[in-house]
């Protein structure tokens, strides 16, 4: 059974996903990047930027995961542009250039479905307004028996987590306080006692949590 | 220079420092002890409750240094009993029995203060109507040239970060979403600048985090 599965998500000890503000210039608004700074430092995401070298270790471990047997990917509309409301444009085609690193098809939750977009190198943007099931169940029949990845950001992840449709969650701990922005675990009480959890700090100070469901 | 420090300072993934309805027989709310099991396995905290045995791994390193150089606490009144306003009376001296586990002087920071109340074993508990500051500077006459702990919880231990106050703090992240109680990060936005940090996970799953004052 193809699982459902989120990777390298990153939050701070204050439980934020991203930051406040978001805008073209600042797709995690006050956060920054600060979040993702272990991700970027490793292997996996070196290369993805077209740059060599990269950290080798549990970081690395933890990164290169993100698409191996993935069919699909499901994200929110922040995670796919800074606009909120109707489109005022179709212009846009989100943060990835002409051949985006995902190289499957995508669905982007939003109130305003628009035509499809096709990309180079295998990524298709697919605009649904759906609940987290129904749009599980459409990623689902695109991913060819593949699993389905829930690609973000906090407000996407935690709908999947409340509706437990997630099979399996990487969470990435960062040790700084954002103070404000999106939060991940609201609503969410007691969501370990329908996971085993495994922990390991890296040297980048990161804690890697895995999140299996029982 | 003697330093103020903060121990075993335990918090939810979601940032909660406790639960929510705290009373007499349910010290952290409905927490419960889910925050502290941690703790009370190790080798320090099994022989304070008369029990043998315990583990000795990395939980333990962390748990004994709690009351090492340490020669006065101070507590919030959440900590040291479930009432709030008014004493109605003053027979409640605390949860620790007649001869407690601090054996120092305890600063008890309270609007409503009472006589001091000495105990066995030289703990000694006195009621402060004080700022942070006002209370550390209390505490450190009364510690003998030795460290002040801030003993918690979690509102204490935020109004000293608030303040500028901590030198050392060890904070234990356990693996579970509480969602409601009383949050230890809020309003610190960027603490992290202020402090080196380091984590370290321990097989119990719980990732212990060091903040030492740049």
């Given at each position: 059974m193809p699982r459902v599965r989120v990777h390298n998500f990153s939050v701070s000890l204050d439980g934020f996903g991203?930051?406040?503000g978001q805008s073209l210039d600042a797709p995690f608004g006050h956060a920054q990047m600060r979040l993702h700074e272990w991700a970027l430092e490793t292997l996996t995401f070196r290369a993805m930027q077209g740059k060599p070298g990269g950290g080798?270790?549990?970081d690395e471990a933890f990164a290169r995961s993100?698409?191996?047997g993935i069919g699909a990917e499901i994200m929110g509309r922040g995670k796919f542009g800074?606009?909120?409301g109707a489109w005022t444009d179709e212009k846009w085609k989100g943060w990835w250039g002409d051949n985006p690193v995902f190289h499957t098809p995508v669905f982007v939750l939003t109130h305003h479905p628009r035509p499809a977009v096709q990309m180079e190198g295998g990524t298709t943007f697919h605009f649904l307004d759906a609940s987290p099931a129904e749009a599980l169940a459409t990623a689902r029949d695109a991913a060819g028996g593949l699993d389905v990845r829930i690609?973000?950001?906090p407000t996407t992840v935690r709908e999947f987590l409340a509706a437990d449709l997630i099979d399996h969650m990487h969470v990435a701990l960062v040790p700084i306080v954002l103070g404000r922005g999106v939060r991940l675990w609201d609503g969410l009480e007691g969501l370990e006692r329908r996971f085993d959890i495994e922990s390991v700090t890296s040297p980048s100070g990161t804690t890697h949590l895995t999140f299996t469901r029982r």
């Open positions: 991203t930051g406040e080798a270790g549990v993100w698409n191996q800074p606009q909120h690609g973000g950001g």
